[in-house]
Structure formats: structure tokens, C-alpha cells
């Protein structure tokens, strides 16, 4: 791989050049512009720097195709005694499939030259620490400012020690993940209004039961449930059936006239949690449903329930959009059906909302836990390819 750096007066000038060294197989790996001051504080004018990179051996591949082709529509111009038989239409979908391949090939080589960058100048234990967060899915920028953190920490005798150096890995991490904060009860006898709210499939119903059932059972609070969910009978029969086991009341609303009529029956109770329906970050009409809800009863806590197996890009944005109900905590659930978590660092450290809970199993009122700082810079530690 050969990396090279261009200036010139213009974008279009620097690609010329890079082409013209290059080849037109060079990928195009960063461009900026460079602002010069000259003498007595007048500006020079602004140039660019482009950074490309060629893959000598797919240059090679390259050049070898075209040639091949080249060969090809020479015998196919000449007549020649040899038939070629090949069908367009298969043809074509080939040609796009390889192109498509080639395409991918060559935007892997571009992440991977820029990691190259990123990292480059790091000690190899940094190195190294910084390839398992990315393999965990943390954000690259997040993973490099983290490993920024721990070189430093790493004396160079000893570097022998590799459990001294997980150690150091394993705190550092651990100061990204601080923001950790369940439900807080005020004294006996304060009524506490929990509202859950999120989008649809990652499972509110069955986390509000395990809170409702540890709430009562573990922690001694008279609890009591209301549910908005109207719009899935099953889920206010399924809530309904999870209070009677617990031994708690239940109530089914459908207009803020019915909320303040529930919360009126429940205000003798430690804490009532309220369960809403499914909704997408994107309906705006469905979000103003649950916030007319909220803005009429001013719940003390709205949690905003979500699921691990969702991509770093997704969570963040959901946060975004339900943003506008005011949200207090983050509830990640689906824990045992992922092997990486970094899009919870991710979206944590972007989002800036404390975590409340982790659920990972559908067993109430078992698989719920207050996250732990240690055990999830673990887990965004793991080494194993599963």
C-alpha cells in the first residue's frame, strides 16, 4: 500500500496530480484545506491537501483485467476463428456483481488505511486495545480518544505484565462509563410517577413487570401499575395477568381524563409505573399522544426503554426523537441476544442519559440488573469472535 499527500491550489489541480503519479486507481483517503499566514498578518491564498493510497497489487489486478479486455474485444473485432459464447443479460449481473465487489474491496481498504492513521505513533498494547473496542463496536473516534487516555498510563517496564496492562485498559474504560442511575425512591409514603416509553419490540411490557415485581418483592414498595397500551389487547392482558401474580393493582387508561383518575386512586402507593405503546421515533403524531400523557401528569421519572441489538446510529437517533418527551434514563434491554455493546457506549456518551437498568432474559421478575461500571467495561472488552 503507498500513501501520498497532495497540494495544490485547488481540489480538481491535486487530483490531476495524483492521478497523474498515481494512477487512476489511487482512493482518495482525506482532503482539507491549508490556510497560510504571510508576512505582517496577510493571508496567503487557502490551498488543499488530498491524501490517496494505491493497493499496488489490486493496481496490478486492475491493469491485468483491462488488458484481458482489452485482448477480448480485439478477437471479438477481428473475427476470429474462436466464438465466444456468453449470454448479456448474465453478462451484465456479473459484471455488476464484481464491480460491486471491487467496490466494497476498495472502501474495507479505505477503513482500514484510516484506522492505520488513527492509530499510528501508539504503543502496540494501545494498538491492540484499540482493535478490541473497534471489534465491540465502539465508535472509532470514541475508541481512539479512550486509548489516547491509557498510553500514557503504561510504563514502559512494565509492559511485560499483561495483566497490569488489562488492568489499566479495564479502569480507563471504566471512567467513560460513570453516568449509571436506577429509579431513585424519595422517603416512604412520597408517591413516585415512573412513566416507560420507547419504540416498538424491545420489550417495555415485560421490563415494567420485572421493575413492578422488584419493587414490591425486593425492595418492600407498594406498587401499582397503569398501562396506555390500548392498542395491543395482548399486552394490557399480559400486564394485567403479571400484577395479579404479583398481588398488585392494575389500570387501563385511554384518555389523560382516566390517567388523572388512576393516579388519584394510586396516590397512597410508593411508586406507580406506567406503561405506554409502542411507538415510532418517526410518527410525530404518536409522540404527541404520549407527551399530551406526560405534560398533563408531570411524571417524576420517563425512562426510555431500548433495545442492545440495535445499531449505534439507530439508538442515538431514537434518543433524539423521543427527546421531546423528556427523557430521564435509558433502559437497554435484549442484553443476551448480542455479543457486542459498544453502541451502548456509543450512544451513551453521545446522548449524555444516565443508564438505569440492563435486562437480558424474558424471566420475571429475574433478568433485570443495575448495570455495574466493571462488568460492562468487560463485556465491551470481549476477545472472542462469536
Request: aromatic letters at 6%.
Amino acid at each position: 500500500m503507498k500513501i501520498k499527500k497532495y497540494v495544490a491550489k485547488d481540489f480538481k489541480t491535486a487530483i490531476n496530480q495524483a492521478k497523474e503519479e498515481m494512477g487512476s486507481d489511487a482512493i482518495i483517503l482525506h482532503t482539507r484545506t491549508l490556510k497560510k499566514t504571510g508576512l505582517l498578518g496577510i493571508f496567503l491564498p487557502a490551498k488543499v491537501e488530498v491524501t490517496v493510497a494505491v493497493d499496488e497489487t489490486l493496481k496490478v489486478n486492475t491493469d491485468d483485467a483491462r488488458n484481458n479486455a482489452a485482448r477480448l474485444n480485439s478477437k471479438v473485432h477481428n473475427n476470429t476463428t474462436r466464438v465466444i459464447n456468453m449470454d448479456p443479460a448474465t453478462s451484465e449481473s456479473e459484471i455488476i456483481s464484481e464491480l460491486q465487489k471491487m467496490k466494497n474491496m476498495m472502501t474495507d481498504i479505505k477503513t482500514k488505511m484510516y484506522e492505520v492513521e488513527l492509530i499510528k505513533g501508539l504503543g502496540e498494547e494501545a494498538q491492540m486495545f484499540y482493535k478490541i473496542l473497534i471489534n465491540n463496536n465502539v465508535d472509532p473516534e470514541i475508541a481512539l480518544a479512550i486509548v489516547n487516555h491509557v498510553e500514557p498510563r503504561l510504563p514502559r517496564e512494565k509492559l511485560d505484565n499483561m495483566n497490569w496492562i488489562q488492568d489499566v485498559c479495564l479502569h480507563t474504560l471504566q471512567e467513560y462509563i460513570t453516568d449509571i442511575k436506577p429509579p431513585e425512591l424519595d422517603t416512604p409514603g412520597n408517591n413516585q410517577l415512573v412513566f416507560l416509553v420507547g419504540p416498538t419490540g424491545v420489550g417495555k411490557t415485560t421490563t415494567i413487570a420485572k421493575l413492578a415485581a422488584n419493587m414490591s418483592f425486593i425492595e418492600g414498595k407498594d406498587v401499582a401499575l397503569i398501562t396506555l397500551d390500548t392498542y395491543r389487547i395482548s399486552a394490557a392482558d399480559q400486564l394485567r395477568t403479571f400484577a395479579e401474580i404479583i398481588g398488585i393493582p392494575i389500570s387501563v387508561v385511554f384518555t389523560p381524563e382516566d390517567m388523572l383518575e388512576a393516579i388519584t386512586k394510586y396516590q397512597d402507593k410508593d411508586i406507580v409505573f406506567v406503561d405506554t405503546a409502542g411507538r415510532s421515533p418517526h410518527n410525530d403524531l404518536q409522540m404527541q399522544e404520549i407527551k399530551q400523557f406526560i405534560e398533563m401528569v408531570k411524571p417524576d421519572e420517563t425512562i426510555l426503554v431500548l433495545s442492545a441489538t440495535t445499531n449505534s446510529a439507530d439508538l442515538i437517533q431514537i434518543c433524539n426523537r423521543f427527546s421531546v418527551l423528556g427523557i430521564d434514563k435509558l433502559i437497554f434491554t435484549k442484553m443476551d441476544e448480542t455479543y457486542r455493546y459498544g453502541q451502548i457506549l456509543n450512544a451513551i456518551q453521545e446522548v449524555r442519559i444516565p443508564v438505569a437498568y440492563f435486562t437480558n432474559g424474558q424471566n420475571v421478575p429475574d433478568d433485570i440488573e443495575t448495570p455495574d461500571y466493571h462488568h460492562l467495561a468487560r463485556m465491551l472488552l470481549r476477545k472472542d469472535e462469536a
